[in-house]
C-alpha cells in the first residue's frame, strides 16, 4: 500500500474513532459510567460519569478491586473527594469530583488512594479537564439596600457569608443520606439561573451560586435527601435559610422561605417538610433558591439528582413525615 493511502486509512479510522466516542457519549445515561479513563495498579479500576467537566459540574466516580477494600482517598485540584460504600458492596466504592463554579479551566490530575483489607496498597489517577461554563448575564432592580448597603448591614452580610464559610469547612466523616436525591420541590423538574452573572441596579454582582426553582408562596420545600440541619434562620441576601448537612462534606441550602418550620440539630428523612417558598431577602418574587455544595465547591444541585437519582416517589410517600431532634 503506498504511504499515502495509509494516511488516508489512517485519517479515516480517527475519524471513526471520534464518532464512535461520541455516540458513546451521547448514549451515556445519567449516572452511567465511561470505561478506561483511569490508569490503576493491576486488580483496580477507575471510571468516570464523563470524559471531561465544565465550571459547576459534578462527576461520579467508581473505583472497583478484585479485592476487598478497606479504606479509598482521593485528591482532585486540591480537594478532597469524598468516597462512599454501596450497599453490601466491599469491593467498590464511590464519590464525587465537584467542580467549583469559577475554578479556572484546565487540565486537574484525579490521584485515587487506599488500600485493601489485606492491606495491600491500591493507586490510580485521570486527568479531568473543566471547560468554561457557560453562564448567562441578566440586569435586575433589587432593593437599593441589597446593592448599597449600609455599614450595619455590611457588617452583618459579612459575618453570615463568613458563617456559612465556616459550617461548609466542616466535613461530616459518615454519609448521612440513604438513597437517591430529589428536587425539592413537588412537581418541579428542573431550574434555572444557575452560575448567571448578575447587574443589579447596574452594578455586576457575584454568579448565582444555586438553581432557581418556581413556586408560590407556602409551596412545601422538602428535604433532598437525609440529614442533619445545622442552620435555619434568616440571612440578609437568602432570607429565611436552611442549610442540611448530608455528611461526606456534601451540604444543600434552601434560601428565599416564608417560613422555617425544622430547627438547627434536627435529623430530617428525604422528603420533610423543612419550610415554605417565600419571597424573603434579596428577591424579585416567590421562588426556592436551592443551592449544593460538595467539599466547599459550589455545583449545579440538578446535577446530584441526575447522577445519584430521582427520589420523587420515595420522598412523596414520606413528605408527612416530622423532623426528630438527636
Not at 479485592?67 to 479509598?72: C, G, H, I, S, T
Not at 434555572?192 to 454582582?205: C, M, Q, W
Not at 420545600?221 to 448530608?246: C, I, P, Y
Request: proline share 5%; charged share 25%.
Amino acid at each position: 500500500m503506498r504511504s499515502e493511502d495509509g494516511t488516508v486509512v489512517q485519517k479515516r479510522r480517527k475519524r471513526l474513532a471520534l464518532v464512535c466516542l461520541a455516540a458513546t457519549g451521547a448514549l451515556l445515561s445519567p449516572g452511567a459510567m465511561a470505561k478506561g479513563l483511569g490508569t490503576c495498579i493491576p486488580g483496580t479500576t477507575l471510571r468516570l460519569s464523563a470524559p471531561e467537566s465544565s465550571q459547576g459540574s459534578l462527576l461520579l466516580i467508581e473505583v472497583k478491586s478484585a479485592k476487598p477494600l478497606a479504606e479509598v482517598q482521593g485528591d482532585w485540584g486540591g480537594r478532597s473527594v469524598p468516597f462512599w460504600r454501596e450497599a453490601a458492596s466491599e469491593t467498590q466504592r464511590r464519590g464525587l469530583v465537584a467542580v467549583d463554579l469559577e475554578k479556572a479551566p484546565g487540565a486537574y490530575e484525579l490521584k485515587v488512594t487506599g488500600q485493601t483489607a489485606s492491606g495491600e496498597k491500591i493507586s490510580c489517577s485521570a486527568s479531568v479537564r473543566v471547560r468554561k461554563g457557560r453562564f448567562a448575564t441578566e440586569k435586575l432592580q433589587v432593593g437599593k439596600q441589597f446593592v448599597e448597603p449600609n455599614p450595619e448591614q455590611i457588617k452583618r452580610a459579612d459575618e453570615e457569608r463568613q458563617k456559612l464559610r465556616e459550617l461548609f469547612d466542616r466535613v461530616t466523616p459518615q454519609r448521612l443520606w440513604d438513597g437517591k436525591f430529589r428536587i425539592p420541590l413537588d412537581g418541579v423538574t428542573t431550574g434555572t439561573n444557575f452560575g448567571r452573572r448578575r447587574i443589579l441596579n447596574g452594578n455586576p454582582g457575584s454568579p448565582h451560586g444555586g438553581v432557581d426553582l418556581p413556586g408560590t408562596t407556602g409551596t412545601p420545600v422538602h428535604a433532598a435527601q437525609r440529614g442533619k440541619v445545622v442552620l435555619a434562620e434568616e440571612l440578609f441576601f437568602s432570607g429565611n435559610t436552611v442549610v442540611v448537612d448530608h455528611g461526606l462534606g456534601i451540604y444543600t441550602f434552601y434560601g428565599h422561605l416564608s417560613e422555617i418550620d425544622v430547627k438547627v440539630g434536627d435529623a430530617l428523612e428525604a422528603g420533610t417538610v423543612l419550610g415554605k417558598v417565600g419571597a424573603t431577602g434579596r428577591v424579585t418574587g416567590p421562588h426556592l433558591h436551592w443551592g449544593l455544595t460538595v467539599e466547599r465547591a459550589r455545583v449545579n444541585p440538578l446535577h446530584i439528582v441526575k447522577l445519584l437519582g430521582n427520589a420523587t416517589e420515595e420522598a412523596t410517600r414520606k413528605k408527612s413525615s416530622k423532623p426528630h431532634t438527636n
